[in-house]
């Protein structure tokens, strides 16, 4: 039974910082990966960054590059998203999910944590 359950959200300032969390459970083989998607008000749902749970390369979407870091936490078993300089298109609710390398669907979903970026 795999199961991912997410934290960390929150309303904060533009510029500043949000560390979300997401318990893994399930799924902590090295084939995996671990990403972030987020979906804003009256808009799809897109992705943010993912991880490879066992070499730990990773990827961005180009709205994210350089402000956001994805990590994980073997002995945790939680992947990390930290996001610095948000702006208020950063806010969304934002969910974890993870699929097998080689599958493009991703199969498990968390349940979404709230971002409000707003002065």
């Known amino acids: 039974q795999v199961q991912l359950v997410e934290s960390g959200g929150g309303s904060v300032q533009p510029g500043g910082s949000l560390r979300l969390s997401c318990v893994v459970s399930?799924?902590?083989?090295?084939?995996?990966?671990m990403a972030w998607f987020r979906q804003a008000p009256g808009k799809e749902r897109e992705f943010v960054a993912h991880?490879?749970?066992?070499?730990?390369?990773?990827a961005y979407a180009e709205y994210v590059k350089g402000r956001f870091t994805i990590s994980r936490d073997n002995a945790k078993n939680t992947v990390y998203l930290q996001m610095n300089s948000l702006k208020s298109e950063d806010t969304a609710v934002y969910y974890c999910?993870?699929?097998?390398?080689?599958?493009?669907?991703?199969?498990?979903w968390g349940q979404g944590t709230q971002v409000i970026v707003s002065s």
């Open positions: 999910a993870t699929r097998r390398a080689g599958v493009i669907a991703y199969d498990y």
């Open positions: 991880v490879t749970w066992g070499s730990c390369s990773t």
């Open positions: 399930g799924r902590t083989k090295s084939s995996y990966i």
